[in-house]
Nanobody, 122 residues
Framework: QVQLVESGGGLVQAGGSLRLSCAAS????????MGWFRQAPGKEREFVAA????????TYADNVKGRFTISRDNAKNTMSLQMNSLKAEDTAVYYC???????????????WGQGTQVTVAS
């Protein structure tokens, strides 16, 4: 079982930056792949970025590549998403997710946080 809690969302102007964090806890929290997803109003939840257990493997959605950076600190059981050059279309609720297999699909992740709102004003 893994519990996830996101933090760091908020309101930012277009072109600005935000850093999201996800704190993991539970017996298996140190042995999971982690990812970020987002869901805008009226849209399906979509993949943003994922990171492997050691942090060496990362992958990004094309629409955030070069602007977002995912990282993790296994000593602290935390994961972060540094978001730069934010655009209005990045506005969404951002969710932290974890699972035992590396994936970019929503249905592959068993553990989810409650989400944190990111609003980018244009």
């Amino acid at each position: 079982q893994v519990q996830l809690v996101e933090s760091g969302g908020g309101l930012v102007q277009a072109g600005g930056s935000l850093r999201l964090s996800c704190a993991a806890s539970g017996r298996s929290s140190g042995n999971v792949v982690m990812g970020w997803f987002r869901q805008a109003p009226g849209k399906e939840r979509e993949f943003v970025a994922a990171i492997g257990r050691t942090g060496r493997i990362t992958t990004y959605a094309d629409n955030v590549k070069g602007r977002f950076t995912i990282s993790r600190d296994n000593a602290k059981n935390t994961m972060s998403l540094q978001m730069n050059s934010l655009k209005a279309e990045d506005t969404a609720v951002y969710y932290c997710a974890a699972d035992y297999e590396f994936s970019t699909t929503v249905g592959s992740y068993d553990y989810w946080g409650q989400g944190t709102q990111v609003t980018v004003a244009s």
